[in-house]
């Protein structure tokens, strides 16, 4: 059931759209790996909240706040989705259709061959190229994430750790798991600093938050839940003496050390909330006045306040337009740019298998999409009507998937969209999605072979 020469020659008909679509595909999802800056966008989701932009997104917004969800809306949304079915409807319509119209496929049957031969050959190139072109797109894309960000094998460590850890000839795991270490040796500071590029007043700031977020992370770890609540209420760490001696680990301290320590710092945090929120405000009106000043715009100054630092007539004006005096606003900002830092740490949250699913999906999606494609090119004569079916039924289901998010009214248009059954919304939740996926790998193969038994019993104009 399988001939080499009709596969070599579907394969020299149809490879310079697959090398195209594949190329572009590939080089999308490698630009946006490799541009991704997660201290940028954390910087970004800040400055939209309570804005008409975050209150439409709902709770979907988070999901936009990480690379994987960039690429759900790119790569693996409505833009990869056009592109890959350029080359599916195109090639399944030119497999078939398209050369019976054009006479070459009683050529072709006039060869001692079968129909089934022919048709079944037709359909395995088509099954393979579309597997080769996911493989290769979320190969590529799993390279670039981990060379720019590695986070897919491996750990990645920032370059102040190295740099203290060569100074003070530990691992750097160890110091990593300690900042403390850092801390408490003036030349370990001092390289840490240096390596990161900042000054020791930031630099400073920056340990103190970095060992607060470490902290809260290794006491949320012990209580089983999720770093965020115990930021968001620190005070769960007191009621677990486990989670206490964790934490206070991380802080180089020991427990009863670190108890009193963390009820100060809750007290003052709480005295001082409204001086903070007073103080933010002043820090972005000074920001503003500055940015004006240096012919910027306040959302560059505020990814690079070290420009603003340099400049004495830049802080001068900032200072006067938030009314802190010099001292103050120089805390503020290192307070800033150390939450900056912060930011660039959390790195890239990437969930691999999540990744992975979301490829599989996206070809067995694919697959049925193809499948619609092939068949209704092996059920026509006349390549216009084959086109008509095989690509007009797949670009209504992605037109009534887009309109579906449009508003809630239009919402239920997602349930006559095949593209539905690719829910990447619940891929990264990890959620159910198991059955949708089941349904499209039923789907293409029983149009596949509808469409083997459609050509091979249906009368041709030879």
Not at 78 to 104: C, K, P, Q
């Amino acid at each position: 059931m399988f001939s080499k020469p009709i596969f070599w020659q579907s394969v020299r008909s149809h490879y310079i759209l697959w090398v195209v679509c594949t190329v572009v595909l590939t080089v999308m999802l490698s630009l946006i790996a490799a541009f991704h800056n997660p201290s940028v966008l954390s910087t970004f989701m800040q400055a939209i909240e309570g804005t008409p932009i975050a209150a439409e997104a709902g709770d979907r917004l988070d999901l936009f706040g990480s690379l994987l969800g960039i690429l759900t809306q790119t790569v693996y949304g409505f833009s990869g989705l056009m592109i890959t079915m350029v080359y599916v409807v195109v090639t399944a319509n030119g497999l078939v259709a398209a050369e019976v119209d054009r006479g070459s496929m009683a050529y072709t049957l006039s060869a001692p061959i079968k129909r089934t031969t022919v048709v079944f050959t037709k359909a395995l190139y088509l099954f393979l190229s579309i597997v080769l072109m996911v493989a290769i797109i979320g190969g590529v894309g799993t390279l670039t994430v981990q060379l720019k960000h590695h986070v897919i094998w491996g750990t990645h460590y920032t370059d102040d750790v190295k740099a203290a850890a060569e100074v003070l000839d530990l691992d750097e795991e160890e110091v990593a798991g300690n900042l403390s270490l850092i801390v408490t040796n003036p030349q370990a500071f001092a390289a840490g600093a240096a390596a990161r590029g900042l000054d020791a007043g930031v630099y400073s700031a920056y340990l103190a938050q970095a060992m607060q977020r470490d902290a809260y992370a290794a006491a949320a770890k012990v209580l089983g839940v999720e770093p965020s609540v115990v930021e968001q209420d620190p005070s769960l760490i007191k009621a677990d003496p486990a989670a206490l001696a964790a934490a206070a680990a991380v802080m180089g301290m020991d427990a009863d050390t670190f108890g009193p320590y963390l009820d100060k710092a809750l007290a003052q945090a709480e005295a001082s909330a409204a001086r903070r929120t007073a103080l933010q405000d002043a820090l972005t009106e000074g920001l503003a006045a500055a940015a004006e000043y240096l012919g910027t715009t306040p959302g560059a100054l505020a990814a690079d306040l070290s420009v603003l630092k340099a400049d004495p007539q830049a802080m001068a004006v900032a200072s006067r337009a938030s009314g802190l005096d010099l001292a103050t606003l120089n805390y503020a900002l290192a307070q800033a740019m150390a939450s900056n830092e912060i930011s660039a740490d959390l790195g890239v949250e990437f969930d691999r298998f999540a990744y992975l699913m979301m490829n599989v999906g996206f070809l067995l999606l694919l697959l049925a999409i193809s499948s619609i494609a092939f068949l209704a090119s092996c059920m026509f004569n006349l390549s216009k009507y084959s086109l008509a079916l095989g690509a007009g039924l797949p670009f209504a289901f992605l037109i009534l998937n887009l309109l579906s998010t449009v508003n809630e009214t239009l919402e239920p248009l997602k349930y006559f969209s095949l593209m539905t059954l690719f829910d990447t919304e619940q891929m990264m939740r990890g959620g159910t999605y198991a059955p949708q996926l089941i349904a499209l790998a039923v789907i293409g193969v029983a149009l596949y072979a509808s469409a083997v038994r459609v050509f091979k019993t249906r009368d041709l104009p030879l």
